[in-house]
């Protein structure tokens, strides 16, 4: 009875001791981990952080790894460091690794493209959509937006993004703009969806239809002024050919005008400017306009690619919306 009790208390002794040395090993990853975060915190303030000092962080955050199920923001530092270095294989093994939630990584992503760190961008929306295990997530659509404001810049992304980038224009049929044919069945891929958030007032969504023989986009709207609505932002250079053309079908209901495959820019001056292939102020059944725009000389930074833009009252219909480059 003596040596049950000595040895039920050894016992005790033996599972206080595990549990105070793995609260003591939990509470040294957390120390190591915000020391790791303030370090990678302090250089990220730098203009251009150097490889030494940014492989030192990956060390510290590799120091700090416990258990994902613990602490999983070593191995999502650990993935940004890698990204700052430009080492997408690393940052995407780090958070499949550390089991990273994916949306996590899409609001770094849009933090990274906001400030034109392109590359940066384009790692996190990638490793985001792998996490997700999708082919095409709107991360994927996210990633090709990335790729559409880079066009006029390829040297703001590494070699492996574009390959990437390439990949998508080929896979796409040389095709720019993203999601044209409505095949991802959601507005994956479009700007200006912020434009429809008054259901009262306008809407945009995909509806299948018996006439194309599947989805197309449909836009349903009442605006005083003009309505900017879907939209795709592409960096092309001034003087860029291109052939921007769709198929469409409009109803007129109240002073609608619409203006189909508007292109929109800014001169240098700051000024916005823009034209349309076609203007529709009555009802048209599905029919397929094409335009062929050289971008002007004075336009800067991007160009916006608008399916249509209307003003009144009235529903649009738009499938196979299609921007290629012409080359001589």
């Known amino acids: 009875m003596k040596a049950m009790k000595t040895f039920q208390l050894l016992a005790l002794i033996i599972i206080t001791i595990f549990v105070l040395l793995l609260r003591a090993h939990t509470f040294s990853s957390f120390l190591l981990s915000n020391f790791a975060w303030t370090n990678f915190n302090s250089i990220l303030r730098q203009n251009s952080p150097t490889s030494d000092e940014l492989r030192q962080v990956v060390n510290q955050f590799k120091k700090a790894q416990l258990s994902h199920e613990v602490n999983r923001s070593p191995w999502l530092g650990e993935g940004l460091a890698h990204t700052m270095r430009g080492d997408i294989d690393k940052a995407h093994s780090s958070w499949s690794t550390g089991k990273i939630v994916p949306d996590l990584l899409t609001q770094y992503g849009l933090m990274a493209g906001r400030r034109g760190h392109f590359n940066s961008a384009l790692i996190l929306f990638r490793g985001a959509n792998i996490l997700r295990n999708e ?194």
């Open 135 to 328: 082919a095409e997530s709107e991360d994927f659509y996210l990633a090709g937006s990335v790729c559409q404001q880079t066009l006029g810049s390829p040297t703001l992304i590494n070699e492996k993004n574009s390959q990437f980038c390439a990949e998508i224009l080929a896979k796409n049929r040389d095709n720019i703009l993203l999601n044209g044919d409505a095949r991802a069945k959601n507005l994956y891929g479009w700007q200006g969806k912020h434009f429809f958030a008054d259901q009262n007032k306008s809407f945009a969504s995909i509806e299948n239809s018996l006439e194309s023989n599947g989805p197309v986009f449909k836009l349903i709207g009442y605006s005083e002024g003009n309505h900017f609505g879907l939209f795709q932002r592409v960096s092309l250079p001034p003087g860029i050919t291109v052939r921007f053309s769709g198929r469409f079908k409009v109803e007129s209901q109240e002073n609608l005008e619409a203006r189909l495959l508007y292109i929109g820019w800014r001169g240098k001056d700051g000024k916005p400017a823009g034209n349309q292939a076609a203007w529709k102020d009555s009802d048209l059944e599905w029919t397929n306009f094409e335009r062929v725009f050289i971008i002007p000389e004075d336009a800067t930074s991007s160009t916006n690619f608008y399916p249509a833009v209307f003003s009144g009252q009235g529903t649009i219909w738009f499938d196979d919306v299609s921007l290629e480059l012409i080359t001589d």
